[in-house]
């Protein structure tokens, strides 16, 4: 099993930009399916994007399509979510997700909070 602390999360004003970090500790990262997830006030949980083991599958959500880039670095034990033209609602707690294709553990991150306001 891995840990996951996302990172990143902040304020930032409608149009802008934030990139969220998901660092994984433990061995076997490289064989996780990975993926973001947010949860906004008085709603349930949703899916975001997601990426393969090998980084060369990636799938989104229709919200964050065109807007939205996850990416990871097995060598640094990290997947990413680049946030562009950020909108009001977006905002929301964003959490990383994992799968490992080996044992079929999961884990959970505790999440980070993405506010998007003027």
């Known amino acids: 099993q891995v840990q996951l602390v996302e990172s990143g999360g902040g304020l930032v004003q409608p149009g802008g930009s934030l990139r969220l970090s998901c660092a994984a500790s433990g061995s076997g990262f490289g064989r996780y399916v990975m993926a973001w997830y947010r949860q906004a006030p008085g709603h349930q949980r949703e899916y975001v994007a997601s990426?393969?083991?090998?980084?060369?599958?990636?799938k989104y959500a229709d919200s964050a399509k065109g807007r939205f880039t996850i990416s990871r670095d097995n060598a640094m034990n990290m997947v990413a979510l680049q946030m562009n033209n950020l909108q009001p609602e977006d905002t929301a707690v964003y959490f990383c997700w994992g799968k490992s294709g080996i044992d079929q553990e999961e884990s959970w991150g505790k999440g980070t909070l993405v506010t998007v306001s003027t």
């Open positions: 990426i393969n083991w090998s980084g060369e599958i990636t």
